[in-house]
């Protein structure tokens, strides 16, 4: 057994895993990349990520919503496309590729930041990046688009007191509802953090599932509000990676 690459930049050495399963793409930032990002590889240029939906399309998959993983059996050609935290250039750089190709994804929308920043990420010296704002979310879901809450204020909620956990989970979910008249279905946990009570938060509020961090793809028995997923970014330089990419592509030489 072949370990498998930290991320996803292309289906090569998925292409067998993502047939046993509903696997869950992270995508973050589409477009160029400003001056001073941090996390440079969660910049994926609008031709990389066009290529990596026509690259998916030509190996049989098609694209899904998150619900899928609860099919009692779940499709081997299916994959669901999600972005975290809504950013500006998802609607500039995204769109028209997802428009093009047919491409169906989940934007996870932090329901109290709509149209502001990343400032979470200010603390640890992240670029300045424009969140979508109410119309652009608009224009999103005209175009047949799903959206899903990311909480309020994107927050660790494993910190929070069970009644600020409540009011992340419940508040994001209604007020995203109101505002944009749509079933809002999917929740995403910020950081990936959760603990078993706010899972079972997120159950309680009527979300049919919840996203992760966790690395894998999904099965008929995987819980659907602890979902894994497959972060998408440029190839890694680090030397393992090389390495590892070399040995995807000599299996599939000889195993064709
Ligand atoms: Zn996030």
Redesign the pocket.
């Given at each position: 057994m072949l370990d498998f690459p930290e991320y996803y930049s292309g289906i090569r050495p998925f292409k067998q895993l993502f047939r046993k399963g509903l696997p869950i793409l992270t995508y973050h930032k589409i477009g160029p990349r400003p001056r001073g990002a941090r996390l440079k590889g969660l910049y994926l240029s609008e031709r990389t990520f066009r290529n990596h939906l026509k690259e998916l399309k030509n190996n049989g998959f098609c694209f899904a919503s998150p619900e899928d993983a609860r099919l009692v059996r779940v499709p081997n050609d299916r994959v669901v496309i999600t972005f975290?935290?809504a950013y500006e250039n998802v609607f500039r750089y995204a769109l028209d590729a997802l428009k093009e190709e047919k491409g169906k994804a989940v934007l996870?929308v932090?329901a109290g930041m709509i149209g502001q920043t990343n400032t979470w990420d200010a603390a640890l010296g992240e670029a300045e990046e424009r969140l979508m704002d109410e119309v652009q979310i608009r224009e999103w879901l005209q175009e047949g688009q799903l959206i899903g809450s990311?909480t309020l204020s994107?927050s660790h909620l494993s910190r929070l007191s069970p009644e600020e956990v409540k009011n992340e989970v419940y508040r994001s979910k209604a007020l995203l509802e109101d505002k944009f008249g749509v079933p809002v279905n999917h929740f995403?946990y910020?950081?990936g953090d959760l603990s078993p009570a706010v899972v079972e938060c997120v159950r309680e509020a009527g979300y049919q599932t919840a996203c992760t961090v966790e690395r894998g793809v999904n099965f008929a028995g995987t819980d659907p509000w602890m979902l894994k997923r497959w972060t998408a970014r440029y190839p890694s330089r680090k030397l393992k990676n090389y390495w590892l990419r070399f040995r995807w592509l000599l299996r599939d030489i000889f195993q064709g």
């Open positions: 975290d935290d996870f932090i990311h994107h995403c910020p950081y």
